[in-house]
């Protein structure tokens, strides 16, 4: 059978990656409850400093680091080369910060043995990392849901031959939402796969977390 995954709401805007990473910890290592002060931890291990506007978000080579400090193995899947998330940012500085995080980040993967691919990552490969215990931290574009083309973690906790279905940390209070209503989200198959890559790069990328 597949890991039952619990549920955690992330508390800030930008921690959602934090939130999914602590999901897929505390399923594969029951003893390991999330809490906030974790969630802030890994937030600023894994951040990219820099997104549109506001705080940045954890990418997913941040998140592989984070989950190896903790004994977790990770394998990092993004379908393209150099720092992730450039495109919406216009400032020279700022771009040159993401590269020197990018690299940053890459060096301690390799010291860390986490194996990066460089690969378009299907949707049977995930569904084989969940029959093995595995689970998976995938990236979204939260257009179909909210219009607002976000970049948004959320944790892959099951798949059938119609749907996926994953844990979204993001509850929103303001729609009188609640937490019960972000458990086990099922999205069809063929709409997964169409948010499941982000902006005009088509950015698909995911970690795939097992215990070490």
Sequence with gaps: ????????????????????????????????????????????????????????????????????????????????????FVEGVRNPVKKEILELVHQDFLEKLKDADVDVYTEWLTLYQLERALDDQAIPLVLISTYRFDKRKVPHWVVLVDMDDQFVYIHDPDVNDEEGQIEFDNHYIPIARSSFDRMFQFGQTRLRCAVILREA
């Excluded at 600023?44 to 080579?61: K, L, N, Q, V, W």
Aim: hydrophobic share 40%.
């Design 1 to 84: 059978g597949r890991l039952v995954v619990p549920y955690f709401q992330q508390s800030t805007g930008f921690t959602c990656g934090s939130a999914v990473l602590m999901m897929a910890m505390s399923a594969l290592r029951p003893g390991m409850a999330p809490d906030k002060r974790t969630e802030f931890q890994i937030w600023r291990e894994a951040t990219t400093i820099f997104m549109t506007s506001g705080h940045g978000g954890c990418g997913p080579h941040g998140l592989a680091y984070a989950a190896s400090k903790r004994n977790f193995h990770a394998d990092v899947y993004v379908n393209q080369e150099g720092p992730l």
